[in-house]
């Protein structure tokens, strides 16, 4: 059972980035994104729920990013706008049940994945 996070990298203030996360052993439960900058503790980022796709955005990257999933490859994306400096984080996805991902408990933690947003 684990979550493996890909699509980090580094990219300049305004662009675009991609990120996937492929689920292998698990399925049926909601998925999120979560982000810890250097010296700042994690935060949430965004949550889909897999059944209905209702989805929850972190205020400062709402209108921005996008949570999407898809079921066929057990893959959850994020789709990243307009980035800016302070979007600069590793990047984690993580599983579990849709309130408690916005509540920071998942059931599973994927590893990290690199954004670094220069100015």
């Known amino acids: 059972v684990q979550l493996q996070a890909s699509g980090g990298g580094l990219v300049q203030a305004g662009g675009s980035l991609r990120l996937s996360c492929a689920a292998s052993g698990l399925s049926g439960y909601a998925m999120s994104w979560f982000r810890q900058a250097p010296g700042k503790e994690r935060e949430f980022v965004a949550v889909?729920?897999?059944?209905?796709?209702?989805?929850v955005y972190a205020d400062s990257v709402k209108g921005r990013f996008t949570i999407s999933g898809d079921n066929t490859k057990n893959t959850v994306y994020l789709q990243m706008n307009s980035l800016k400096p302070e979007d600069t984080a590793v990047y984690y996805c993580?599983?579990?049940?849709?309130?408690?991902?916005?509540?920071?408990?998942?059931?599973?933690w994927g590893q990290g994945t690199l954004v670094t947003v220069s100015s």
């Open positions: 889909i729920d897999r059944r209905d796709d209702r989805t």
């Open positions: 993580a599983a579990g049940f849709y309130q408690d991902l916005q509540r920071g408990s998942p059931i599973l």
